[in-house]
């Protein structure tokens, strides 16, 4: 397998400007988590599905983030409107079942920058 | 929630060196695991141990739950163990609580 694949590496974005996020979990994981990491605030869990469904979203920092899974090999995390404060590492990361029981793996991140 | 304590925060050895890290975390876990983030940025999973040991090459691990601490063990180590390590656990539900790291530097 390919491990966990979010699109794109890199984004550099002006405030204001609609940000979309990607990310394709492994294949057969059923569950899938979008963490942020900086450097203040280190790597905080954003939101969590199980089996395509919003289980944990209260670390979503305000309405301008939003995420969705369509289903069960694809997943969004939209920012509208960005702002310079949302610049920061956006991993994603998938397990086979919930991470309480088993091993999460994570992408390789999408390195955000709002100017 | 919980809480994930990570020492030391720095560490700086010469290749060849053996160390040791250390997680301590306030309450029981179901899930821990241990990472290294690498200079590129990628989060590499080194182990799963929520209680128990387990080696892997030169790097071992023990959790000792009902101490509420795992250490992390490199032996011998390479430059390119370099990079910051990560603890992480999951008290109830399927949040990964993550430490703030410890960041290696070997020296050649």
């Known amino acids: 397998d390919a491990g966990v694949i979010q699109s794109p590496r890199h984004e550099v974005t002006e405030m204001g400007q609609e940000v979309t996020l990607r ?8 569950s899938l988590f979008w963490y942020r990491q900086t450097m203040m605030r280190g790597l905080e869990l954003l939101i969590y599905f199980n089996n395509n469904v919003p289980i944990d979203d209260s670390g979503m920092p305000e309405d301008r983030f939003s995420a969705k899974m369509p289903n069960a090999s694809f997943s969004t995390l939209k920012i509208q409107p960005s702002e310079p404060r949302d610049s920061a590492v956006y991993f994603c990361a998938s397990s086979s079942q919930p991470t309480g029981m088993t091993e999460a793996f994570f992408g390789q991140g999408t390195r955000l920058t709002v100017v | 929630g919980i809480q994930v304590e990570q020492s030391p925060p720095d560490l700086i050895l010469q290749e060849g060196a053996n160390s040791t890290l250390r997680c301590n975390f306030s309450d029981s876990v179901n899930n821990l695991q241990w990472f290294h983030q690498n200079p590129w940025g990628q989060l590499i999973n080194l182990f799963y141990i929520p209680s128990g040991t387990k080696q892997n090459g030169r ?3 023990t959790t000792v739950a009902t101490e509420r601490y795992s250490l992390l063990y490199i032996s011998s ?12 656990v999951t008290a109830s539900g399927s949040r990964l609580t993550f430490g703030e790291g410890t960041q290696l530097t070997v020296n050649p």
């Open chain 2, 59 to 61: 790097l071992s691990a």
């Open chain 2, 77 to 88: 180590s390479q430059t390119t163990d370099s990079g910051v390590y990560f603890c992480a």
């Open chain 1, 23 to 30: 990310c394709k979990p492994i294949s057969g994981h059923n």
